[in-house]
């Protein structure tokens, strides 16, 4: 596996799952320092973190409140750059539009599961809910395996 510099969270519009795994992501502890962002497929403007989302992460101890939503560009992706998506479909979508992006995975297929980050947007503060603890394990596993990766150096 490469030594990133950078992570980006990709999801469709860097409201909800993709600055929720951020904010979990930059509290966790990493061997080595990573730059981690989030960025959305479809953003024809900027806006801040779904209430919701910002609701549970505020019940969890963090805070997205100054989160604007970005879209994702070439300028964001270099051969250092890890970039994990929440959908299949997302991550096909990037392969197709970003030729450069050498390490587009989901998240799930990063750390070798079989279960998507389901779309919350519209659904209940519990689906919400559900979204964050999930995301909070993948992370875990996320920093796991960069961690791993290394101590192997």
Do not use: W
């Not at 998240?107 to 999930?134: A, H, N, W």
Request: glycine content about 4%; overall charge negative.
């Amino acid at each position: 596996m490469k030594r990133y510099k950078k992570l980006i969270f990709v999801d469709a519009d860097d409201t909800s799952r993709a600055p929720m795994a951020k904010v979990i992501m930059k509290t966790k502890p990493l061997f080595r320092p990573i730059e981690i962002d989030s960025r959305g497929l479809v953003v024809l403007f900027s806006q801040p973190i779904n209430q919701k989302a910002e609701a549970v992460l505020i019940s969890n101890g963090y805070s997205a409140k100054d989160h604007a939503s970005a879209a994702l560009s070439s300028r964001d992706i270099g051969e250092d750059t890890l970039i994990l998506t929440m959908e299949e479909e997302q991550r096909e979508k990037i392969r197709e539009e970003y030729p450069e992006a050498e390490d587009v995975y989901t998240i799930s297929e990063f750390l070798q599961m079989d279960r998507e980050v389901e779309p919350v947007f519209g659904g209940p503060l519990t689906s919400y809910g559900k979204c964050y603890e999930m995301l909070e394990n993948m992370i875990s596993g996320i920093v796991e395996k960069l961690n791993e990766e290394e101590l192997r150096r």
